[in-house]
């Protein structure tokens, strides 16, 4: 299934910058996107994931699955968030076996939403 | 639009709790849920949104919308997060403009996830 890996281009993650100087955000992106997108992902710039106070932060859903939030990411952690979201579009249900997720995941998570197909979904 | 607040259960919120003592997740699930949910609102427990440094935890999502997850919450909130979700589920596309949005959701967000139909999605 494809999955969606979305990016946080706006983050500021705390910087003051100067004029036209590319945010900590859009780094990451760059990052991400020069590697390149593993089989079934799709890397998708975003302002804004709300998360402010954690950023840079990166999302990955895709339909029927839960949707991961991680954050305090930076252009180090490029690598290691593609082999995540690789694992997540491998994984047939979405759910990564804990101990194989990247240390980044483990540490860093924000937030996971549920799938809304989930049975108590319906209640 | 039906949307889907969930609200984590099993949020310890940093608390040391005795044995059989509720967690306060589910004792601010039973404060949402002893109020009542708004029409178009349907309030769903879940064990464990992963936002557990920023615990309680509730997030806000419906099918072709943003969702949302907001954190370090209490029963004290109850009435506020009835009213976001009240608001999210009747704007018409999910988006409550923000300064009628409760100060909590303002001052309180943990992030905020696209929708996977966006035409950025299929990038």
Same mark, same amino acid.
């Given at each position: 299934?494809?999955?969606?890996?979305?990016? /946080?281009?706006?983050?500021?993650?705390?910087?003051?910058?100067?004029?036209?100087?590319?945010?900590?955000?859009? =780094?990451?992106?760059?990052?991400?996107?020069?590697?390149?997108?593993?089989?079934?992902?799709?890397?998708?710039?975003?302002?804004?994931?709300?998360?402010?106070?954690? %950023? /840079?932060?990166?999302?990955? #859903?895709? +339909?029927?699955?839960?949707? $991961?939030? $991680?954050? =305090?990411? #930076?252009?180090?952690?490029? =690598?290691?968030?593609? @082999?995540?979201? @690789?694992? $997540?579009? @491998?994984?047939?249900? %979405?759910?990564?076996?804990?101990?194989?997720?990247?240390?980044?995941?483990?540490?860093? #998570?924000?937030?996971?939403?549920? +799938?809304?197909?989930?049975?108590?979904?319906?209640?």
């Amino acid at each position: 299934m494809a999955v969606t890996l979305h990016v /946080c281009i706006t983050c500021r993650a705390g910087e003051t910058l100067g004029d036209g100087e590319p945010t900590p955000g859009s =780094r990451l992106h760059k990052a991400i996107a020069e590697i390149g997108a593993p089989e079934g992902v799709n890397i998708v710039p975003i302002e804004c994931l709300s998360a402010c106070n954690n %950023g /840079c932060s990166v999302a990955l #859903s895709a +339909p029927g699955r839960w949707s $991961y939030v $991680y954050g =305090r990411m #930076s252009e180090a952690n490029a =690598r290691d968030i593609l @082999a995540g979201a @690789a694992a $997540y579009a @491998a994984a047939p249900d %979405g759910i990564v076996p804990w101990r194989t997720r990247p240390e980044v995941f483990r540490k860093q #998570s924000l937030a996971r939403i549920p +799938p809304l197909s989930l049975p108590e979904a319906a209640e």
